[in-house]
């Protein structure tokens, strides 16, 4: 059979749950969906453990075919999605260790995961798989916020200091991290400076509209070259009249047109993991956050199967 099942095959109602109705397992997988419902890393709005379940339901919306890329994404990296993480919601370190062995297993067995979270502390856990099978990696992390905030409440680990954490635990190479799309207030004047100071490639709003998508991709690609790159995307970095459903939303963002023609433009980077972070599904009640977040998913299947057809023969056994 072939999956993810189309409308015109079966009514989207009729499902088991997964992400478009793909199976758990199958012959030759090469990307992965698996849910990371923690959420008690979060600083203020709590309830993206329900986001893996509500994106999954979002993506019944969507068809099999990319028209853009051209691609069959599900069917031509054979995807499957083996369900949620059973994280420890009081324990985020015991939560760490259940993700990022997930996560390891996949990319040791050469599958791309994309994760569904959760909130952005998730993304620590699949760093810290990502190096253990690849060495450091470039980061390419849309957001309205760095995430580079050191403590809070003196605690160090939490959705506001994942990146600052993955840089000590040298999980990245500073000099190839993008961060995009930061804008809003602040607590004080020095907070955007740290991830200058970590090394990282920081481009505001302003900074992203001023240049032009074309102009960022082009950069980013430049600098990233052929590295292995994890691509982490806040559903804050859309505007909140697009995405409500977040825990930290920030006005002045981007439509989710841009969303979609800037992660679209990211073409022939050497991805190795993709997650989606900070949907609430509580504070989305027409569903277009968690609408817009499956689709994102379908752009990230589609720039892996993109790769998958570029690749020599050889490679694409290998996966190299």
Known sequence: MQYPLSPDVQPEFCTTGSFMRL??????????????PFDTAASFRVGARFAPQAIRQGSML???YHPVHKVYPFEETKAIDIGDVSVIPHNIHRSYELMEASALELMQAGIVPVG???DHSVTLAALRAAAKVHGPVALVHFDS???TWDTYY?????????????????????????QIGI???LNHPGDLEASYDLGFNVITSGELRAAGIPEVVRRVKETVGGMPVFLTFDIDFVDPAYAPGTGTPEVGGFTSHETLELVRSLTGLNYIGFDLVEVLPGYDPAQTTSLLAATLIHEFASLVALNLKTASPQESITGA
């Open 154 to 178: 003196d605690e160090k680990y939490w959705h506001g200091s994942t990146f600052i954490r993955a840089h000590e635990e040298g999980l990245v190479v500073p000099s190839k991290v993008f």
């Open 145 to 147: 916020h760095t995430d």
């Open 62 to 64: 969507l068809f099999p």
């Open 116 to 118: 569904l979270g959760g």
């Open 183 to 185: 804008r809003g207030t």
């Open 23 to 36: 199976p758990a397992k199958r012959e030759g997988a090469r990307l992965a969906i698996v849910g990371m």
